[in-house]
């Protein structure tokens, strides 16, 4: 049974469908984000000298490609470790830590594909493909997952590409396609994430909730997984009707930025939809690929 219903939720606001519609309100959000999707192509790269001391114009860079598009792309000159990204995380805002099961102390994730039988349940942490997702779609209300920053170490030998969707575009689409959608995948029932049971004890217990939320902040925010297994979505004609129309999106909006993420390079972003497809490493002799992840619940700051 449902055990979560998601109470953060602003109302009314201009990106919910049905009452007395904004129509004005949305029109000017949508424009908006539009602009600001237009006006970086090709994205624009954040050159970042020094993580632990991000200058004022390098922050500026991030934010408002953030505020553009939902994510920005950065590369960095020095190393960095896992508590280096925290640092520089905390400089955009980002300081309250999502801790899923298999991140470190620190709050950070190793991702690699790992030779344990138990990691290596967890896609992430294999070098198979990764299906369109936000990140802690097993998450609603105050626990959400509002952002994250993944940084590449090294990358595979073959693969690893990621594809980037600023859920925003998909909700744009979705409402011009059929303001259905959008009221189908507003419901409080549309997906559920069943508890994860592990000999036979509850590790986290199921959740359900919506698609797109308005966060109490305004802001729009999205949950969703494309995979099939554990997931559990609320039996209903429109529905399956929205997913169907937003899986065509995901296929090959004109919106959606790939890339293989090079060693020192990475994204921070408030939370948008992505996938990563299948990677083979080198030989055990050769480094493998391995990515450093955060997840927070807090948006990039002023974004
Ligand atoms: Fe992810």
């Known amino acids: 049974m449902p ?9 009314p606001s201009p990106l919910q469908i049905g ?13 908006n984000v539009l602009v600001g999707a237009s006006s970086q192509i090709p994205v624009n790269w954040v050159e970042i000298s020094d993580h632990l001391n991000l200058t004022t ?46 991140a470190g102390t620190d709050g950070i994730s190793r991702i690699a594909a790992s030779e344990t039988d138990h990691e290596a349940n967890f896609i992430p942490f294999s070098n198979k493909a990764l299906t ?17 920053v993944l940084h590449c170490v090294c990358r595979a030998t073959t693969g690893g590409e990621n594809a980037l969707l600023d859920p925003r575009i998909a909700y744009i689409r979705l409402r011009q396609d059929d303001p259905e959608h959008i009221e189908a995948l507003m419901r409080q029932d549309a997906l559920t994430i069943p508890a994860h049971i592990a000999n036979g004890r509850e590790i986290r217990p199921a959740v359900t909730g919506p698609v797109f939320s308005v966060r109490a902040n305004g802001h729009l925010h999205t949950r969703y997984t494309a995979r099939k297994r554990h997931v559990v979505w609320a039996e209903d004609r429109l529905i399956d009707r929205a997913r169907d129309a937003l899986a065509e999106i995901l296929r090959d909006d004109p919106g959606i930025t790939r890339h ?10 408030n939370n948008i939809l992505h996938d990563r497809t299948a990677f083979e490493d080198q030989d055990a002799s050769g480094s493998n690929r391995i990515l450093y992840r955060a997840r927070f619940r807090d948006r990039v700051l002023d974004t």
């Open 3 to 11: 055990q979560k219903m998601d109470a953060d939720i602003k109302t």
């Open 19 to 31: 009452g007395k519609r904004d129509l004005a309100a949305y029109e000017s959000w949508r424009e």
């Open 57 to 102: 114009d390098e922050r500026g860079a991030i934010r408002s490609s953030c505020s553009a598009r939902n994510f920005a792309l950065y590369r960095t000159r020095s190393d960095v470790t896992p508590a280096g990204l925290a640092a520089m995380a905390r400089q955009l805002g980002l300081v309250q830590f999502d801790r899923p099961p298999l």
């Open 132 to 148: 369109w997702h936000t990140d802690g779609y097993y998450a609603t209300g105050p626990e959400s997952v509002q952002s994250f």
């Open 260 to 269: 293989v993420f090079a060693a020192g390079e990475g994204i921070i972003c």
